[in-house]
């Protein structure tokens, strides 16, 4: 179903909640908030972003914002959570995240006997010399079998 079209008013007070993609909890942690509220206060600079009061949650956010032009409220959005989501996904990234167990390939391979029934999918690999077991990529999910969780 296609959305409504949006409407810019300039002067119009707007009430914005914005949820982190797939309901995930990308902003439970103070510095994850503090990079989202540093990239506001960048789209008030760049943008001329007016904003009146703001909340960041663990999976959402609520802005209370006044449109002063155009294409003010969706570059000011764009901006803030595309810069957002970049640096949660850099982060998220990194060699230690993805791995269960780091050793020599022998540890590794009795690690993987072990926990082999417990997670399908995970892989043995080797790069610069050092052998890890990781497990597939997989995202956080707010669900818990079909039912949500709240």
């Not at 409407?7 to 914005?16: K, L, R, V």
């Not at 503090?34 to 959402?60: D, P, Q």
């Not at 006044?66 to 998220?92: C, F, H, M, N, W």
């Not at 995970?122 to 990781?134: A, D, F, H, K, W």
Request: charge should be positive.
């Amino acid at each position: 179903m296609a959305r409504a079209n949006r409407h810019y008013i300039p002067g119009c007070f707007w009430h914005i909640t914005h949820r982190c993609h797939k309901q995930e909890f990308l902003l439970k942690f103070e510095k994850d908030r503090l990079r989202w509220r540093y990239w506001l206060f960048e789209a008030k600079k760049r943008y001329g972003l007016c904003v009146l009061n703001y909340i960041a949650t663990s999976n959402h956010i609520h802005m209370l914002v006044v449109d002063t032009g155009e294409d003010v409220i969706p570059q000011s959005l764009q901006l803030i959570a595309g810069r957002t989501a970049q640096e949660y996904k850099s982060k998220r990234q990194s060699f230690w995240s993805e791995s269960v167990a780091v050793g020599d390939e022998r540890f590794i391979q009795n690690i993987q006997q072990e926990l082999s029934g417990r997670i399908p999918g995970r892989s043995i690999v080797s790069e610069n010399g050092t052998t890890s077991l990781q497990e597939p990529q997989s995202s956080y999910s707010t669900l818990l079998g079909g039912k949500r969780a709240f």
